[in-house]
């Protein structure tokens, strides 16, 4: 069904659905229908992703993990509404709610949880294979649990994904060969810029992003015409020395660039680092722009000399590795399956465990009785061996309604109802 016109799921999965802590959603927007324009404008820099953790937590929303990479942006969390979620999202960005509306979608339950886990496993990245988004959902988990709001369900899956992550990783070929961002770029040049190791290269930004392409530029171009500018030129000089490139001023940028034949723009600012002002060229310069929001202005293309490409073009870059790498898909799909029907099977005996553990209080009230009753009538009575021989038969008894509350070909809501009211348990989950 629609929700205020972005997709929404109609699938109501049982986990958490309904706990006082409301629904597990995912709601985001990726490069599969939103542009590069649209994915800078709900860009979520460091410092935002921490006003976001502590305006949910203002809000009441128990647990929430934030995600921002170039390719996506995504909440993961409960709450009574996904409109919730939405609106500080918008709150926190440049993005309107018409504008997510137009481009978002929205998993429930279930469908949010198979999703996390085709984000966290690389196979919903813009190049198939590339791992680099899993530190990102690790990092977020840190951040919500360093702010208290990861709860065990979502702590639970987040562990969940990353193990899934590390087994198609150990177990398929899924990431043979460099598969990232980085490296698209790295071999979108080698087959457009002819005599390659004989140009001058200028990477301008050193973030991961940046330190990713300049190790595949020296190991794909074996350039040594590699000049690196960072506006903190001390980190420029960290990466520069480990490499043995050369480092310049970010007052020199403009100098530089004249001199440059391809200029990589790695920078993670929120608008614009490069146009057309600080271009003064005599020969062609090839721009390629490897930042969310845009970090490189349309304006530079007034220029004649200049071919300017951004992250999404690059995407379509293919190799004979790509087609190695998609051919290794339903093996990762397949562990995906095994490690979320483990977390679907932990999830499910936990929304039951009050019942169990409820079951069992209420036998030991009955055993502490029985035994009572049983002091009194038998003066050599063994109180230390009927305990043992009650408590054996109380685990075995909620042993058997825990594995009958799993089976799937029975009605597990009718279940806990026909045992709440047999014992008179009273539903203490809500």
């Known amino acids: 069904m629609k929700k205020n016109g972005y997709q929404h799921s109609s699938v109501n999965s049982s986990i958490d659905s309904n706990s006082r802590n409301g629904n597990f959603y995912a709601i985001g927007l990726s490069y599969q229908k939103a542009d590069a324009e649209i994915r800078g404008h709900f ?25 921002s990479t170039c390719n996506r942006t995504e909440l993961y969390g409960f709450a009574q509404h996904p409109y919730q979620l939405i609106k500080i999202l918008c709150d926190f960005t440049q993005g309107t709610v018409e504008e997510f509306e137009k481009v978002a979608y929205v998993y429930k339950g279930m469908e949010a949880v198979s999703h996390l886990f085709h984000v966290g496993t690389g196979l919903d990245s813009q190049i198939l294979g590339d791992f680099e988004i899993i530190s990102q959902l690790r990092n977020g988990l840190k951040r919500s649990k360093k702010m208290g709001l990861l709860n065990p369900y979502m702590e639970r899956l987040g562990n969940a994904v990353i193990r899934a992550s590390r087994r198609i990783k150990n177990e398929t070929e899924i990431s043979s060969g460099a598969t990232s961002v980085s490296f698209a770029a790295v071999q979108y040049i080698l ?21 990713n392409t300049c190790e595949n530029l020296i190991k794909h171009t074996r350039n040594e015409h590699i000049t690196l500018i960072n506006r903190t ?19 020199n940028i403009k100098p530089e660039i004249t001199q440059t034949d391809v200029l990589i723009v790695a920078t993670g600012a929120q608008s614009p680092t490069i146009s057309k002002e600080l271009l003064s060229l005599k020969k062609p ?13 349309n304006n530079v293309t007034e220029n004649e000399f200049v071919t300017l490409v951004h992250l999404d073009e690059l995407s379509t870059t293919t190799d004979k590795t790509l087609a190695h790498r998609e051919s290794q ?30 079951l069992k209080l209420k036998l030991s009230e009955i055993k502490l009785g029985e ?35 799993k089976d799937e070909s029975i009605s597990t809501e009718e279940s806990v109802e026909l045992i709440q009211k047999v014992f008179r348990i009273k539903d203490s989950s809500s």
Do not use: C
Not at 285 to 297: A, C, G, H, R, T
């Open 191 to 211: 087959n457009h810029m002819p005599s390659i190791s004989e140009k001058n290269i200028l990477l301008f930004g050193i973030g991961k992003i940046g330190r």
């Open 43 to 67: 860009s979520i820099p460091d410092q935002a992703q921490n006003d976001i953790l502590q305006r949910a937590k203002e809000d009441g929303i128990p647990s929430l993990s934030v995600i």
């Open 371 to 405: 035994i009572e009753n049983q002091r009194r009538k038998f003066n050599n009575f063994n109180e230390e061996q009927a305990e043992a021989l009650s408590d054996r038969i109380i685990q075995k008894i909620t042993t058997h309604f825990a594995n009958h509350l």
């Open 233 to 251: 030129k001390v980190k420029a000089e960290k990466v520069g020395g480990k490499f043995h490139l050369v480092v310049k001023d970010y007052a």
């Open 285 to 297: 310069l090839l721009i390629l722009d490897l930042s969310i929001p845009k970090n490189v202005s």
């Open 329 to 358: 898909i339903p093996k990762a799909k397949t562990i995906i399956e095994e490690v979320k029907a483990d977390f679907k099977s932990w999830s499910e005996h936990r929304k039951h465990a009050p019942t169990i553990k409820a």
